[in-house]
């Protein structure tokens, strides 16, 4: 059974910094690639970051390039995603999410909020 377990939200002051952990169980974590997406109050779910399989190549939303750091840890099928530079517009509910051989699948989410 695939689980995705995101972790490492919360509220940070605008131009603070959060890292964010996915853990990941039930498939062969280092085989495929992960993202994580976005979904504020009101809008879609947007893209954030991508990871390739082996942690070689990554991709990013242009509202949070050189701001965002997308990593994996395939030793400890893990996954994070270092925050810095936040802004206000960055707060949104935080999922990970991959699509294996067998479907796709999504976390429960970790709440961002960027506020003073």
């Known amino acids: 059974q695939v689980q995705l377990v995101e972790s490492g939200g919360g509220l940070v002051q605008p131009g603070g910094s959060l890292r964010l952990s996915c853990a990941a169980s039930?498939?062969?974590?280092?085989?495929?690639?992960m993202s994580w997406y976005r979904q504020a109050p009101g809008k879609e779910r947007e893209l954030v970051a991508r990871i390739l399989s082996a942690g070689t190549s990554t991709n990013y939303a242009d509202s949070v390039k050189g701001r965002f750091t997308i990593s994996r840890d395939n030793a400890r099928n893990t996954m994070y995603l270092q925050m810095n530079s936040l802004k206000t517009e960055d707060t949104a509910v935080y999922y990970c999410?991959?699509?294996?051989?067998?479907?796709?699948?999504w976390g429960q989410g970790t709440q961002v909020t960027v506020s003073s």
């Open positions: 999410y991959c699509r294996t051989a067998w479907g796709t699948y």
């Open positions: 039930g498939f062969t974590f280092s085989s495929y690639p």
